[in-house]
């Protein structure tokens, strides 16, 4: 038991193990939360950053704590002021990781400036990006890097500390774009919009095939693959998964052979589910071109 426990802090890297710390994130149970579920209460704090199955199944892996216990139950009822803790293992803190992805960051830029006052800066990611680190891309530099690079840690918000001034994100292949906060008053504040669904999130995709109507809305609930935990699928379940809604409408249509078909389309979306669009679309046999 303490050999795994040891091991689980440390990550292979160049031929020897490297000891990272883990993330506390820590929230407190309000009046108004009391009797309400552990997962519930979570999704109302980290909704902007985790989907309600992701953190369910960090609830599952004992990697949430009440009072500095360990909590396995989502359904948990938590009391009026409890401490939970979310603890996150990733490699995000290793400051020698930091400095690998700094170090190639170099003169380049991979976003465009589009808005910036005291609070906010507006940018346009660029596609290729990640938006912060994870341990799928430990030594590449993400967008955070960059913006570390040129406001330093001071002159952004650090509600998460392993993602400075990151209140939303994007894919690593998408371009877009996206709100960077400055301070945490300007983080809580857009991040209650996100978490509110009164900012407007619209996107323009190219899929495989026609859909069988022009427009539409696409419904399906979105859980986590049978088979593989680190993919989504959807389910017509309705106490299944989480809900998810898709607006498209289609935009242009190419006929490149007899079967054959690329469309374009402009999308908005109601909810913001990990790979949302992603998952609708390919569970519609039309997936997002190259993906």
Known sequence: SRRYATRKNLNWQKGKYRRYTPTKLTLKVTNDQNGTRLDNVLFSKYSSNWSKTQLQQLVAEGKVLINDDVCLKKSKKVKRDEQVQL???????DPDLHGLRESKIGNESNYDVIFEDSDV????????????????????PTLVDYLLSIYG?????????NRPGIVHRLDKDTSGIMIICKNNESHEFI????????????????IVGKLPKLSGTITDRIVHHPKNFIKNATTEDETEGVSAITHY??????????TIAYTMLQIHIETGRTHQIRVHLASKHCPVAGD
Request: without cysteine; hydrophobic residues 30%; proline residues 5%.
């Open 87 to 93: 603890i996150i293992e990733d490699q995000t803190n």
């Open 121 to 140: 800066i507006v940018i346009n990611k660029y596609p290729g990006i990640a938006v912060h680190p994870s341990d799928g891309i430990p030594k590449t």
């Open 153 to 161: 840690s001071e002159g952004l918000s650090n509600i998460q500390e």
């Open 191 to 206: 991040s209650d919009q996100f978490r509110n669904r009164t900012i407007t999130k619209e996107y323009f995709a190219i």
């Open 249 to 258: 409408n289609t935009i242009k249509q190419w006929n490149i052979t007899d």
